[in-house]
């Protein structure tokens, strides 16, 4: 018997007119993370951190662009045509992806928990997440 919160399923997601699409391998009871940063409270994104090796683009490199402040670390990408961010590279995880729950097709989540994360002590708030984008 399979444990839905822990064995790994490929979940599919992408921007909002579809021309970003990608395949995240994650747990179906997914659990997200809500940061409380400037970008993702005006943006409402919800944080799924995997390692870049459980991630893949499927299609749409072409309608990406980027975004970067403050440290310039975090690579935020948006499709160009519709303006969705459903995935970047964190500050926090610079070795991962940061797929937003928010743009995952609603099929093959189970269950969703989140749990705040506190860019106020990010530091302690990073720290505490380090074993998400590690395989």
Do not use: Q, W
């Amino acid at each position: 018997m399979t444990d839905a919160s822990t064995s790994h399923i490929t979940h599919h997601g992408g921007c909002h007119c579809r021309r970003v699409r990608f395949e995240v391998d994650a747990p179906a009871v997914v659990e997200a993370l809500d940061c409380n940063c400037s970008i993702c409270r005006m943006t409402g994104f919800l944080h799924l951190i995997v390692p870049a090796s459980r991630f893949r683009l499927v299609s749409g490199e072409d309608a990406l662009t980027g975004y970067r402040f403050n440290t310039g670390t975090a690579h935020h990408l948006f499709c160009r045509h519709c303006g969705i961010k459903s995935f970047y590279v964190p500050r926090s995880h610079p070795d991962g992806y940061s797929v937003n729950v928010h743009c995952l097709d609603p099929d093959s989540i189970v269950e969703l928990h989140v749990t705040p994360f506190d860019d106020n002590d990010r530091e302690t708030a990073t720290a505490a997440l380090s074993h998400l984008s590690r395989d």
